[in-house]
């Protein structure tokens, strides 16, 4: 018998049995060309990404193996595909603008993520979560691939352009590599080195080599994906049985009435603000500040969940069916907006009165995000479809990580606890010096002897220019250049 097949646009006739997610063909050859440009890639991270300060690396490496992906194998992507392969190279240029490792291994992270989705893609919850995972389960098939089509190296008469920039990839990586040593170990020839070539030392050399045998073989393994791409969606749970509209909508109804008055029972706590706070007993901004945080987190995930089961049990072919799926879908939605606007509220509170830290500031990054999942929900449920509902969910996480960026954490907190300091006096110089070169031009701002105080524990490691480049590096080097730290003589206060 036939296996049944999905419809959807860019998946039309894959099987949807578990053992044909695999598309297996044993007779396959990696292509000369992946393997030619995977090694590019991995001669490209060896020779500049330093994975102990971020720089502009990270988007070269990330950039040469998704053209090893995307251009050295069939079939062409889809838009879907090729929108989220950008979104993974924004990810990543974010090192070369911002210092903060921890803002940089996050972004680098999601990077992985988006862009293993955009080797697979995926249309539901099943296929993005498998798909965001799918390079993990490639070694095995990978190494039978490569190990096919590593004779096709030598053979052939022809020439092929692939196979000349392979050659020429290889010299490049020998003379960088061991003129890096040369470098290293004679000053003299070093300064003839670094006029005729870009600044790529090698310091390490054993682990540069580990480092470039890793991301040749993640090139090798995204192609592979490519190429035999898997079908994650198939192993999604298969489309709901609609059941009688009572059966849904008694559950949905009385869920509405238990939001909409905790809603209303809650409005003088929700937005009460300071008069809340100062006339509460016992009460105190940090604990006014997290109520609500992580029931806000759990409810939110538990909508998710109420939204998809509900808009899976509705039958969309009656018209009462869908004008009350909406209405009380949309109630449900509303209120846990409220929901959401009061406890980024609160915070706001809390950190005007106690200031800036990274952990508030990501709190509040978070409690925003939560709020367009609950938009994006409420329109899944005025349109009664779910099916885009992943997609734009992971798209607003994606953006959202790269609007964080763009707001500069470190920078943000130390301007904000700057004007703080300019208002009431009060300054936590011990926390402010663990922040990042983000910090440095807000920093600059406050008087002496706090400005050198705050600066002192800034960490400018890493180079500042060629592959080594980071913009907040060579930001903070210029400003505290034309203005040294001096000495550190008062304590902290806060």
Not at 149 to 161: A, C, D, Q, V
Not at 288 to 315: C, E, H, M, N, P
Request: aromatic letters at 8%.
């Amino acid at each position: 018998m036939t296996a049944p097949t999905i419809t959807r646009p860019d998946e039309v006739g894959i099987p949807l049995w578990p053992r044909d997610v695999w598309r297996r063909d044993r007779s396959s050859l990696a292509p000369r060309t992946t393997m030619q440009s995977a090694l590019g890639a991995g001669a490209v991270a060896a020779l500049t990404l330093q994975t102990t300060a971020a720089s502009v690396a990270y988007v070269i490496t990330g950039a040469a193996v998704v053209a090893t992906a995307f251009t050295t194998v069939r079939p062409r992507p889809t838009r879907f595909q090729l929108a989220t392969a950008a979104g993974a190279l924004a990810l990543l240029a974010v090192a070369a603008v911002r210092g903060a490792d921890w803002l940089v291994a996050l972004c680098v992270v999601a990077s992985w993520v988006v862009g293993s989705i955009a080797l697979v893609g995926g249309w539901t919850w099943t296929g993005l979560a498998l798909g965001s995972l799918a390079l993990w389960f490639t070694p095995a098939r990978v190494f039978g691939w490569v190990r096919r089509g590593r004779s096709r190296l030598g053979t052939g008469r022809r020439i092929e352009s692939g196979r000349v920039l392979g050659v020429a990839a290889v010299s490049v990586a020998l003379v960088a590599l061991f003129g890096s040593l040369f470098v290293s170990a004679d000053p003299r020839f070093g300064r003839i080195f670094e006029d005729l070539v870009p600044d790529m030392r090698v310091s390490n050399p054993v682990d540069r080599v580990l480092l470039g045998a890793f991301v040749a073989g993640v090139a090798v393994a995204a192609t592979y994906l490519r190429r035999r791409t898997p079908r994650f969606d198939a192993l999604a749970p298969g489309a709901g049985r609609p059941i009688a509209r009572w059966e849904w909508a008694v559950p949905l109804a009385l869920l509405d009435m238990l939001f909409v008055g905790f809603v209303a029972v809650q409005l003088p706590v929700l937005f009460g603000g300071d008069e809340h706070v100062r006339g509460t007993h016992g009460l105190t901004y940090a604990n006014y500040a997290r109520q609500g945080f992580w029931q806000l987190a759990a409810v939110t995930v538990l909508t998710l969940v109420v939204v998809a089961v509900a808009i899976r049990k509705v039958d969309r072919r009656r018209r009462r069916d869908r004008r009350l799926a909406r209405v009380l879908l949309g109630l449900l939605c509303v209120s846990s907006l409220v929901v959401v606007a009061s406890a980024l509220h609160r915070m706001s509170l809390y950190e005007n009165e106690f200031g800036f830290t990274r952990l508030r500031l990501g709190v509040m990054a978070v409690e925003l995000w939560l709020g367009v999942v609950f938009v994006i929900l409420l329109v899944a449920g005025i349109r009664l479809s779910a099916r885009w509902l992943p997609r734009a969910v992971l798209a607003s996480a994606a953006i959202g990580l790269l609007g964080f960026a763009a707001l500069d954490p470190d920078g943000y907190i130390a301007a904000r606890n700057v004007d703080r300091y300019a208002t009431t006096g009060k300054l936590d110089i011990a926390y402010l010096q663990g922040l990042s070169v983000d910090a440095v031009p807000a920093l600059d701002r406050l008087p002496e002897p706090a400005r050198s105080c705050t600066l002192i524990g800034i960490d400018l490691g890493g180079g500042s220019s060629g592959f080594e480049y980071n913009a907040a590096r060579a930001k903070a080097r210029e400003l505290l250049a034309a203005r040294p730290v001096g000495p550190c003589l008062v304590s902290s206060t806060g």
